[in-house]
């Protein structure tokens, strides 16, 4: 299983650099193996916003982004969910002397620990940090 994290879709579904590359990359998955979490899906709408607060998009390409974002995520993409679990996990995690990440990231690396999952990021910090726990990485 892939687990998308959030910095790959929003490349993926907005107009970014590596836009293109990231569609083609995703487009050569199986989509039976991909999956997203609640944590996700809230993280995405949040990106969302701050690209729509600072004018890098307007507000009917934020509404097809995330109608877009929310079909791939009703009709494709496995939902993973966050249990309490994984925050105690991430809790750990960011508190390991060796890590440096924020707590969103290790939430991401305690839903992949729990699901057996490949992480799929753009986020270096991230990957670096994931085979440190376990977490295998899909290079893009």
């Not at 969910?81 to 990440?101: I, K, N, Q, Y």
């Not at 992480?119 to 290079?139: E, F, I, N, Q, Y």
Request: proline content about 3%; aromatic content about 6%.
């Amino acid at each position: 299983m892939l687990y998308l994290d959030t910095s790959l879709l929003i490349s993926a579904l907005t107009n970014e650099a590596d836009t293109n590359k990231h569609q083609d990359w995703l487009g050569a998955q199986d989509p039976r193996e991909l999956a997203v979490s609640d944590w996700v899906v809230t993280e995405f709408s949040s990106a969302l916003a701050i690209k729509f607060r600072t004018g890098q998009l307007g507000a009917a390409h934020r509404a097809s982004v995330l109608a877009a974002f929310t079909r791939l995520v009703s009709d494709t993409f496995q939902l993973l969910p966050v249990g309490r679990d994984a925050f105690r996990t991430a809790a750990r995690l960011v508190d390991l002397p060796t890590m440096t990440l924020r707590g969103s990231d290790a939430l991401h690396l305690a839903i992949c620990l729990a699901h057996g999952a490949t992480l799929a990021t753009l986020d270096r910090r991230l990957a670096d940090s994931a085979p440190l726990v376990g977490v295998g990485v899909a290079r893009i």
